[in-house]
Nanobody, 125 residues
């Protein structure tokens, strides 16, 4: 059974850091396109970062470049999102997602067919 479980969210002040984790089961994270998305109240879900290890490709939204880093721990089959220099506009529910069966880096929410339950990140000014 495919499952994605996020953790690591919380409340921090602007300029702080958080590391989100997404523990995967039922598939191998490094074999497919996996990503972090976020959704703030009243806004559409947006892609934050994505990685397709087999293709050696990554993607970052312009708004997080230089501040966020996506990575994987193959031994733990876990996806991470290191978030530094956090801003109030980073406040959102963060979701990890996987696109099973796809052989390239997917960037759009509709391309992903497995989702975690989300973890809340709140950044105060």
């Amino acid at each position: 059974q495919v499952q994605l479980v996020e953790s690591g969210g919380g409340s921090v002040q602007a300029g702080g850091s958080l590391r989100l984790s997404c523990a995967a089961s039922g598939f191998i994270v490094s074999s497919y396109s996996v990503a972090w998305f976020r959704q703030a109240p009243g806004k559409e879900r947006e892609g934050v970062a994505a990685i397709y290890t087999r293709g050696g490709t990554t993607y970052y939204a312009d708004s997080v470049k230089g501040r966020f880093a996506i990575s994987q721990d193959n031994a733990k089959n876990t996806l991470y999102l290191q978030m530094n220099s956090l801003k109030p506009e980073d406040t959102a529910m963060y979701y990890c997602a996987a696109r099973l069966g796809l052989g390239y880096l997917a960037l759009h929410p509709y391309e992903y067919n497995r989702w975690g339950q989300g973890t809340q990140v709140t950044v105060s000014s």
